[in-house]
């Protein structure tokens, strides 16, 4: 045979080869009730009247603008305790619980979970983040995200570490929960109209550069051995700003506007430092017997009811370098306080300016 001969049959047989082959078979859309065993690009909404979907171990799931929602409850999507994944880009709605962990007895270590661009909106919690008694917990980082309307809480946590950044929580019954031994890291947060925003139940929080608007309860510590450390923030308009009976609290460089009581100071005591506490009924109240130090320092009060008034005051408790002007009550007033010097007042209300400290 002559060998264009030849290699034309070859290529005819390459041909009838390439025809013949089948098309490789991506894994099926996920639908409700699906275990995704790699990750996943979700192609169109989906409307569940049962569970939602599952992601298996290690899987990540991107809804790329979707929603997932829930017309009878139940869990939206469901994440192994076990494996790092991310769900990212979409909305859930309509859930008892939109995001929660199940715990994985085999597989890889416990790993992360990151949750960027996702609406949580209406509803009961939106990210659990406790697993069954702690032992399905993940640690979570939450980024440019929304939890809007959800009636129990928009994310709890327990036994891990949760950092949120650039999120906004808004009209929640509660924002966010952090209970015993976990830990939460807070910057550029929005929390608006929440019954109570932020709240430590034995647990630490971090907060910077964040917003409370309109929140009745915007920083609250139960139980004991609480920390909350709250910097370069704002509050306002709530009844009480930061409820600190629970918790150690140091608060600096923030600003608390408009708000009932700005700052409850419990037995574990308080610093607050350079901050400034504009229109509100009552700026720092001690409200148990303190066995604790408690520092104010550095602060600025104005058109307040009155500038500092801490009438069960003791030696524990530090007043230093405050200037309080134009309250409609009392400058400074703090019989039995240890003066740190420093402290300014004038046209306020009462006379003498300050009672408990020097004021020039």
Not at 39 to 60: F, I, K, N, Q, W
Not at 236 to 245: E, R
Request: charged share 15%; aromatic share 4%; hydrophobic share 35%.
């Amino acid at each position: 045979m002559r060998i264009p001969a030849v290699l034309s049959c070859l290529a005819l047989a390459s041909a009838a080869v390439l025809i013949a082959a089948p098309a490789s078979a991506g894994p099926p859309p996920p639908t409700c009730g699906s275990t995704l065993t790699v990750d996943t690009v979700l192609r169109s909404d989906l409307v569940c009247a049962g569970p939602g979907l599952t992601l298996a171990p290690g899987v990540s799931l991107d809804l790329h603008g979707h929603t997932v929602q829930g017309t009878a409850g139940g869990a939206g999507l469901t994440v192994a305790s076990t494996g790092a994944a991310t769900v990212k880009n979409g909305t859930l709605t309509g859930w008892d619980t939109a995001i929660r962990t199940l715990v994985i007895w085999d597989g890889p270590g416990r790993g992360p979970l990151a949750v960027d661009r996702v609406a949580f909106r209406d509803n009961g919690t939106g990210l659990d983040g406790t697993g069954d008694g702690g032992l399905g917990a993940k640690d979570v980082s939450v980024t440019r995200s929304t939890f809007t309307g959800n009636r129990v809480v928009a994310l709890s946590a327990e036994l891990i570490s949760v950092t949120i950044d650039r999120t906004t929580f808004a009209d929640n019954t509660v924002g966010y929960w952090g209970d015993t031994g976990s830990s939460a890291t807070v910057t550029d947060a929005r929390f608006v109209r929440n019954n109570r925003a932020f709240i430590l139940t034995e647990a630490s929080g971090t907060i910077e550069h964040s917003t409370f608007l309109d929140n009745p309860g915007a920083l609250v510590s139960l139980g004991t051995v609480s920390g909350l450390t709250l910097t370069d923030s704002r509050v306002t308009g709530s009844d009480v700003a930061v409820n600190g009976t629970g918790a150690l609290s140091r608060i600096t460089g923030s600003t608390f506007v408009a708000n009932t009581t700005a700052v409850e100071v419990g037995d574990f005591g308080a610093t607050i430092t350079s901050s400034t506490f504009r229109g509100n009924q009552t700026t720092v109240s001690l409200v148990d017997d303190l066995g604790n130090p408690t520092v104010v320092q550095g602060n600025t009060f104005r058109l307040n009811g009155d500038g500092l008034r801490l009438e069960n005051a003791n030696e524990s408790v530090s007043i230093g370098g405050n200037d309080a002007r134009q309250n409609s009550g009392w400058g400074i007033y703090a019989p039995g306080a240890t003066d740190l010097g420093g402290n300014t007042a004038a046209h306020n209300g009462n006379q003498p300016q300050c009672v408990g400290v020097v004021c020039p």
